[in-house]
């Protein structure tokens, strides 16, 4: 018995949940539905042996479970009075994944250097993987000492916040002047076409996708889908890092050059894989099944020992009441 904890709304979970119920496995879960917490008054919670949670009618007890697949991506409540209720059981969950002795997709420290994306690229280039020149400019002289309108440098997001990718043309180069406001990322354009590997405990599922465009997810014509084997080396480099990441499963990004260099450009901690998933005729949702449905044996496979209560700054050194 596995437990999935996420919105029913939100796409990923909405994508694995009716995988699930197409393959009528409705006894190997739980699905602990957050939109419920902020619309059910009547909830329970307590900490005996392990979790125990009720909401309205449904009980959740944890020790039942020796894998979670978790989605808490918070979302803002509806009515603005539920907010604090929704925030503190998100904060509850997310404290236990931390440090409960269970299997967890994935904890939420876990591979968390994505949501900076500058500290995350260096931290891939650290490991020994081949990055693109990514900087972050907050000053229109210094951006321009660098970069330019001429195809080879891409505009992003700083943070793990999803936005589109996109060519930094003459249009965007006039609003250079708008980085003195707020900075804001550029990374050296890779051409080439791209590969998202999609890591399950060890498991490679990896998808080529030829497009014409700088960001194949928000223009999918002309776009080519493919699945595709991954270079031992790079495979097993990938492998190693999440491992030290703490990452179970996680979504890598890669794109490859008409040399055959496999350049990285992250390695997402929370990957929403369901586009990729209808791509692949269900693999990926198969293989997170599989790997949330293993046996005991295997399970003593991926435990590790929760995390210690102790911290390096003890209480009696907080003094601020």
Known sequence: MFLVIGYHN????KHFIAFLSSKKEHNSFDFLNLTDVENTADIEISFGND??????????DFSHYNFIYSRCLYQAPSDKNNVLKVVNFNFLIQNYLESCDKVVLNRPSAGNSNYTKL?????LNDFGFKTPHTYIFGAVTAAKKI?????????KGTS???TKAVELDEVLYADLYLLNRIPSLFQEHIKGFDVRLHLIGEKPLALKIESPNVDYRYNTTGNVYSEISMPTAILNKCIDFCAEEGLLFAGIDFKVTEEGEWVILEVNNTPGYNFFDNKMNYAISNALFDFLNQSQMDYERYWKQPISDKTFITP??????
């Open 147 to 155: 970069v330019a309108a001429n195809g080879d440098w891409i505009s």
């Open 160 to 162: 793990s916040i999803r």
């Open 119 to 123: 500290y995350h690229i260096k931290k």
């Open 51 to 60: 979790l125990w949670i009720r909401v309205g009618d449904k009980v959740f």
């Open 10 to 13: 939100e796409v990923a979970i």
């Open 316 to 321: 009696e050194r907080r003094t601020m009441s």
